[in-house]
């Protein structure tokens, strides 16, 4: 929810010099533009409350302004609560945050401001989330919504990844894995829909296709070390917990995880993520290994890789003390 309120706040700026350009500078709009600044003011400081009352104002003024509709709609968003769904002062929030989006949708759609197809996208999104299992729980709705999204940006995958969590928060999987596909397809270079479907398989449970989707994104981006890294707490944590595996089969999961690790640390030698999961996995194969020999080896090495992941971190601490020391200074 953060990262949301973050890439909506970041719109913020500059919108409210566009606004003065609708209405050709009359009264009534130059009015509108007042009350939109002073509105933006109120939702930088996430005061929804405050801020309702001036974007309403400002769209009264200029009911042609499709910014202020979007904002409008996320403060009342904002101010809906899952914990008091049933209320009906909750509810009606829902109900406001949805005809906003809409009207900002009708709006946005025919505006020619350039951060106009931005908001347009958020209200589309925001619309769709609306919808959602944790608020109206109305795919019926949310459904022809993201199709229309879709038809409008077809080449963009995260509109076919909104459509399938739709459909995977409804159960209907094989349309949910087929729309996390579609975004692979439309963008066969983005690693990130890759990532999305791995995230996929792994709330449905299958391992090895989750797998499958990390290591080809690893593959479209070789020289991230977290791409390879993120395979292996997985295998890591596959061997440990999955009571089903012959002890032959845990063994290769966790050789698998520390070739990915192993991967990571080539490109960046001094990745403390990686050092510490192989330093674990060196000792997950320990215990799998039969010969005394081989597992003095394995511990001895997973000593000296802990070590080194140990200095590492209070390098890493001194150096953000030390960053947030130099800050201070030059306040």
């Given at each position: 929810?953060?990262?949301?309120?973050?890439?909506?706040?970041?719109?913020?700026?500059?919108?409210?010099?566009?606004?003065?350009?609708?209405?050709?500078?009359?009264?009534?709009?130059?009015?509108?533009?007042?009350?939109?600044?002073?509105?933006?003011?109120?939702?930088?400081?996430?005061?929804?409350?405050?801020?309702?009352?001036?974007?309403?104002?400002?769209?009264?003024?200029?009911?042609?302004?499709?910014?202020?509709?979007?904002?409008?709609?996320?403060?009342?968003?904002?101010?809906?609560?899952?914990?008091?769904?049933?209320?009906?002062?909750?509810?009606?929030?829902?109900?406001?945050?949805?005809?906003?989006?809409?009207?900002?949708?009708?709006?946005?759609?025919?505006?020619?401001?350039?951060?106009?197809?931005?908001?347009?996208?958020?209200?589309?999104?925001?619309?769709?989330?609306?919808?959602?299992s944790e608020k109206l729980n109305d795919i019926e709705k949310a459904v022809p919504i993201a199709q229309e999204l879709i038809n409008a940006e077809p080449n963009e995958p995260t509109n076919y990844q909104a459509?399938?969590?739709?459909?995977?928060?409804?159960?209907?999987?094989?349309?949910?894995?087929?729309?996390?596909?579609?975004?692979?397809?439309?963008?066969?270079?983005?690693?990130?829909?890759?990532?999305?479907?791995?995230?996929?398989?792994?709330?449905?449970?299958?391992?090895?296709?989750?797998?499958?989707s990390l290591e080809k994104r690893a593959e479209m981006e070789p020289n991230n070390p977290e791409a390879w890294h993120a395979m292996g707490p997985y295998y890591s944590d596959k061997a440990l917990k999955d009571?089903?595996?012959?002890?032959?089969?845990?063994?290769?999961?966790?050789?698998?995880?520390?070739?990915?690790?192993?991967?990571?640390?080539?490109?960046?030698?001094?990745?403390?993520?990686?050092?510490?999961?192989?330093?674990?996995?060196?000792?997950?194969?320990?215990?799998?290994?039969?010969?005394?020999?081989?597992?003095?080896?394995?511990?001895?090495?997973?000593?000296?890789?802990?070590?080194?992941?140990?200095?590492?971190?209070?390098?890493?601490?001194?150096?953000?003390?030390?960053?947030?020391?130099?800050?201070?200074?030059?306040?």
């Open positions: 929810m953060r990262s949301q309120f973050v890439r909506v706040l970041a719109l913020c700026a500059g919108l409210a010099l566009l606004t003065a350009a609708c209405g050709k500078y009359s009264i009534s709009n130059l009015r509108a533009t007042q009350a939109f600044q002073t509105a933006n003011e109120q939702y930088k400081k996430a005061d929804w409350k405050a801020a309702i009352p001036e974007y309403t104002r400002a769209v009264t003024l200029n009911p042609d302004l499709g910014y202020a509709y979007f904002f409008l709609g996320n403060c009342y968003d904002n101010l809906y609560k899952p914990t008091k769904k049933g209320e009906p002062d909750n509810d009606q929030n829902l109900t406001k945050a949805v005809e906003n989006y809409k009207l900002a949708i009708d709006k946005l759609k025919v505006a020619k401001e350039p951060q106009a197809a931005k908001i347009l996208k958020l209200s589309f999104e925001y619309l769709i989330a609306a919808y959602g459509l399938g969590k739709l459909y995977e928060e409804n159960g209907r999987y094989d349309e949910a894995e087929g729309m996390f596909k579609k975004a692979i397809e439309v963008k066969q270079n983005d690693p990130l829909a890759y990532e999305v479907l791995a995230g996929y398989y792994n709330r449905q449970g299958e391992f090895e296709q989750q797998m499958a009571t089903k595996l012959s002890r032959d089969q845990a063994k290769q999961y966790v050789l698998k995880g520390l070739e990915a690790e192993d991967k990571a640390l080539k490109i960046n030698p001094d990745y403390f993520e990686a050092l510490a999961f192989k330093n674990i996995m060196l000792r997950q194969q320990a215990n799998y290994e039969k010969d005394p020999a081989v597992q003095k080896r394995l511990l001895a090495e997973a000593d000296t890789i802990k070590a080194k992941a140990e200095e590492i971190r209070k390098r890493n601490t001194a150096d953000a003390a030390a960053g947030t020391a130099a800050k201070k200074k030059t306040k």
